[in-house]
């Protein structure tokens, strides 16, 4: 997601005219339709599979698990397993800190761009170009490029082991500025004009127009926010050492057997796998509509 | 530019401010102390640093390990965005028919994207479990090896490049289906007209109008399997078995944590650093230029 600039000047068009359903009807004979919904069906499906398989799997007995042929229906030990997997995981601590990480991620990214666009795109002042140049820059250095380096940052911070340095680190963003710049640039000068001849200074016109007009940018910036930090794996692993602060991605890597010595249990990794990926998964389902709006927008 | 600015001398550099800190204290400075310690390794005891010079990069660039691991690094990325593309777009080419429903489709193939790649190479790593996966089970009937990746090197490494297909691919999928629907069936039936079979059709007329998306779909695969695989590879098959599945990023962040070889650690940063540049400057070079109409 970081590096992607430019590239996709029609593709939000395209998407834009794919959307509407009552779109097409077109002369082709029926048949045709039918092969195609049968073949994404099938994608569909094939996609679909592991999900179901590792949810039939979270319901099953160990010895069920273990049996040869694979059963692929659901059985009924799904209580006790996701008992057990919440349990044994402390998972419900580990899901506060990925939610709070999210969270703070997500709302932070969305402050600090909202912010610093209203900067670049309402005000003249000296240095503006430098500053847009940084933000840019920033997409060259994804974590890995950096690795040890802010690891030293947050040990000399006393940030190991905090939501601060879960949370804090990850809020600068390009992508989210460039959005809300190009979003800026379309709303007319003359509503600016009008708050400042109402008086209303600029704070004022963040605060009482823009903000409610980004509403929808906002909403689309924070699902996929949401899913980015939730789903982030190299930094919680670098500044967080006592379990009780891991997050649910990296603390589900703990309960992956290593050695012939421990118990197999895939019954209860399984269960603790659906718990991790449930909640990004109901994000985007629920904010369906933001979500696509915002793949396309945090793309270009 | 906006005709109507708000007059404010130091409004705007308060506003920037949080932006600022955070990229100059969390990613510029890190990235240049990065730079610096490249350059640097630990003395024995680890008490102080001791300047090498280019020594850390000769050491890598000597070390049969880390090529392997830059080769393993490209024959994965190319991999997972070769297939996945190649796939998405022939599936889709196929499924080109206007239909209703497709907002349908589009929102369950887009599902995946919310699942993190740590936990679809869990789940990938049950289907090709050795002893209870459906995948090793299958092909028994069909042939007598054992596709143990916790011993073959080759099978681990199918692993990931799987999951992470499977990961992009509804996302893949999803674009070139939208970017299909972009183009006018009235160039389709002219080529019709003039007697192009679907094939040529293919080449001569989908695939080039395709190309931004192509091209934006490359770019996107490539850096993420570059750079956001590191869960996938640390929570499911760590680098193995030996040093098959060690992409940089992994073997980076090892030999910085595990090994504590911070100087080393830090070349390879070094190392990623300019293959990010070089990925952005190319997607900035070719942008505009060889995939438009």
Do not use: C
């Not at chain 2, 990938?124 to 596709?147: E, K, N």
């Not at chain 2, 691919?169 to 674009?175: D, M, R, T």
């Amino acid at each position: 997601m970081a590096a992607a600039g430019a590239t996709s000047g029609t593709l939000a068009a395209d998407l834009a005219r794919a959307v509407p359903a009552t779109a097409v009807r077109r002369r082709r004979p029926d048949w045709n339709a039918r092969v195609t919904h049968m073949l994404l069906l099938a994608a569909v499906l094939v996609l679909a599979f592991p999900l179901y398989y590792a949810f039939v799997i979270s319901t099953q007995s160990l010895a069920e698990v273990s049996s040869l042929p694979p059963r692929l229906l659901p059985s009924s030990s799904i209580l006790d397993n996701y008992a057990e997997a919440w349990q044994r995981a402390k998972m419900g601590r580990m899901l506060v800190n990925s939610g709070v990480m999210a969270l703070g991620i997500a709302l932070g990214k969305i402050s600090i761009s909202l912010l610093s666009a209203f900067a670049i795109v309402y005000f003249n002042f000296r240095g503006k170009q430098l500053v847009f140049w940084m933000i840019f820059v920033t997409l060259m250095l994804p974590i890995p490029v950096r690795i040890v380096s802010t690891y030293q940052v947050i040990a000399d911070l006393g940030w190991v082991d905090t939501y601060w340095g879960l949370t804090v680190p990850l809020m600068a963003s390009a992508t989210g500025t460039f959005l809300f710049r190009q979003f800026f640039q379309t709303i007319p000068d003359s509503m600016a004009e009008a708050a400042q001849l109402d008086g209303a200074g600029p704070l004022r016109f963040l605060w009482s127009f823009l903000l409610p007009l980004s509403k929808a940018n906002m909403a689309a910036l924070f699902v996929i926010l949401f899913v980015y930090g939730w789903n982030e794996y190299l930094w919680p692993l670098l500044v967080t050492n006592r379990p009780e602060m891991r997050t649910a991605v990296i603390g589900i890597e703990a309960l992956v057997p290593r050695s012939g010595s421990q118990l197999p249990e895939w019954n209860i990794i399984m269960a603790a796998a659906m718990m991790v990926l449930l909640p990004p998964v109901a994000v985007i389902l629920f904010m369906q509509r933001w979500f696509v709006k915002g793949l396309i927008e945090t793309e270009k | 530019m906006k005709r109507s600015v708000f007059p404010n001398r130091w409004l705007p550099y308060l506003l920037v401010a949080p932006q600022l800190v955070i990229t100059i204290v969390f990613f510029f400075w890190p990235a240049i102390d990065s730079l610096r310690l490249s350059l640097y390794r630990a003395s024995p005891f680890g008490d102080r640093m001791i300047f090498v010079g280019a020594g850390n990069f000769q050491r890598l660039f000597a070390d049969p390990a880390y090529l392997r691991s830059a080769l393993t690094t490209f024959l994965f990325s190319f991999l997972v965005t070769f297939i996945g593309l190649a796939l998405a777009l022939l599936l889709a080419a196929l499924a080109n028919a206007k239909i209703r429903g497709l907002v349908v489709y589009r929102s369950l193939l887009l599902l995946p994207y919310g699942i993190a790649p740590a936990i679809a190479g869990i789940i990938w790593l049950f289907i090709f479990h050795p002893s209870y996966g459906i995948l090793p089970y299958l092909l028994s009937f069909v042939t007598a090896y054992q596709f143990n990746w916790f011993l073959k090197g080759w099978v681990a490494l199918t692993l990931i490049i799987v999951a992470a297909i499977w990961k992009q691919f509804g996302y893949n999928l999803a674009f070139y289906l939208a970017g299909l629907q972009g183009i006018p069936s009235s160039v389709l039936e002219a080529a019709s007209v003039d007697g192009a079979g679907p094939i040529r059709r293919f080449f001569a007329v989908t695939f080039p109008l395709l190309s931004p998306v192509t091209f934006f779909l490359f770019i996107l695969n490539m850096t993420f399997s570059f750079f956001e695989t590191f869960g996938l590879v640390h929570s499911v098959t760590q680098g193995g078995p030996g040093d098959a599945t060690s992409i940089m990023v992994y073997k980076a962040w090892k030999d910085g944590f595990e090994g504590l070889q911070l100087g080393l650690s830090a070349a390879q940063s070094v190392v990623l650093m300019a293959i990010v540049i070089g990925l952005t400057a190319f997607q900035f070079r070719y942008a505009e230029k060889k995939v438009t109409y």
